[in-house]
């Protein structure tokens, strides 16, 4: 018997309720939305369409997959962030929406600069660096990253994204020393790894079974990016430009004073979406 697209949302709504995921109502209708192919934003008619029998098994799979605790994201192949929407699989983390104020923020930086020049570290989607260089066209972003499947993601979102003329990758560990040949930068994005140990025991089973511990671990008080990188990675930056952090809710004074420490003092933290200072913006300084 066939049903229509709004009832095949209802019964997957009712399922995502019943397995306590936390969004469900937005979750079924992105799932409805990709496996229908209709315009989620768009559901007045999804009452008076009925669905073929291929479509609805097709639907009622990929929502045990979803009670199985793998994220929607990594079960459609893409997920949205700053408007856009990014390719992602199990190489990458998924795009948060509490990344977006950090996006929005060195957008807004790299508007007033002639011709910037952005490195995009820890890339991961290139989610960041994509929607800068998507937004502000005489943008060119190098992205860094230490997993070549990772840097394969965002080069096809820079396909995408139509900006593959003013993007490049390189692999890199920002761990490490950086590669001195990228040149001199303008503004550097950074949302590294940085759980703690402690915190990587009580990871949700969606994070924990499925997205990358390479880029969740960030040592055991979760700093060891942030001290590698003040250390090594701002000889890339040139004086006076700026580099933007993402940290943990707790850890935004810590990463501040880690650059102190070595004599920059124009930092200023700013919030998530959710009102937590975990966005750290320092003004760099030739050290």
């Given amino acids: 018997?066939?049903?229509?697209?709004?009832?095949?949302?209802?019964?997957?709504?009712?399922?995502?309720?019943?397995?306590?995921?936390?969004?469900?109502?937005?979750?079924?209708?992105?799932?409805?939305?990709?496996?229908?192919?209709?315009?989620?934003?768009?559901?007045?008619?999804?009452?008076?369409?009925?669905?073929?029998?291929?479509?609805?098994?097709?639907?009622?799979?990929?929502?045990?997959?979803?009670?199985?605790?793998?994220?929607?994201?990594y079960i459609l192949g893409e997920w949205d962030f700053y408007g856009y929407t990014f390719m992602v699989n199990k190489n990458v983390l998924i795009p948060r929406s509490d990344t977006e104020p950090l996006c929005q923020l060195a957008i807004e930086d790299a508007k007033t600069l002639e011709n910037p020049k952005v490195i995009d570290i820890c890339c991961g989607s290139g989610c960041i660096g994509l929607a800068l260089a998507a937004e502000v066209?005489?943008?060119?972003?190098?992205?860094?990253?230490?997993?070549?499947?990772?840097?394969?993601?965002?080069?096809?979102?820079?396909?995408?994204?139509e900006v593959t003329n003013r993007y490049s990758t390189s692999i890199g560990n920002a761990l490490q020393k950086p590669d001195e040949h990228l040149g001199k930068f303008d503004i550097m994005l950074c949302n590294p790894p940085y759980i703690t140990a402690d915190e990587m025991k009580e990871l949700d089973k969606s994070v924990s079974d499925y997205e990358p511990h390479l880029a969740l671990f960030g040592?055991?008080?979760?700093?060891?990016?942030?001290?590698?990188?003040?250390?090594?990675?701002?000889?890339?930056?040139?004086?006076?430009?700026?580099?933007?952090?993402?940290?943990?809710?707790?850890?935004?004074?810590?990463?501040?004073?880690?650059?102190?420490?070595?004599?920059?003092?124009?930092?200023?933290?700013?919030?998530?979406?959710?009102?937590?200072?975990?966005?750290?913006?320092?003004?760099?300084?030739?050290?």
């Fill in 219 to 287: 040592g055991t008080d979760g700093l060891d990016f942030y001290r590698n990188i003040a250390k090594n990675w701002v000889k890339m930056m040139n004086d006076g430009g700026r580099m933007y952090f993402e940290c943990g809710y707790k850890q935004a004074n810590d990463v501040a004073e880690i650059f102190k420490n070595l004599g920059m003092t124009d930092i200023f933290l700013a919030e998530d979406l959710s009102g937590v200072q975990r966005i750290v913006v320092i003004k760099a300084k030739n050290i």
């Fill in 137 to 161: 066209h005489n943008a060119r972003v190098v992205a860094v990253d230490i997993s070549e499947d990772a840097l394969s993601v965002a080069r096809e979102n820079a396909r995408r994204l």
């Fill in 1 to 73: 018997m066939s049903i229509t697209i709004n009832e095949l949302y209802m019964e997957i709504r009712k399922k995502f309720r019943a397995a306590d995921i936390s969004m469900a109502e937005l979750e079924a209708r992105e799932l409805t939305a990709f496996v229908t192919k209709t315009d989620k934003r768009m559901t007045a008619n999804w009452a008076y369409c009925y669905l073929d029998d291929n479509t609805v098994q097709k639907a009622r799979q990929m929502t045990e997959r979803r009670l199985n605790h793998e994220p929607l994201a």
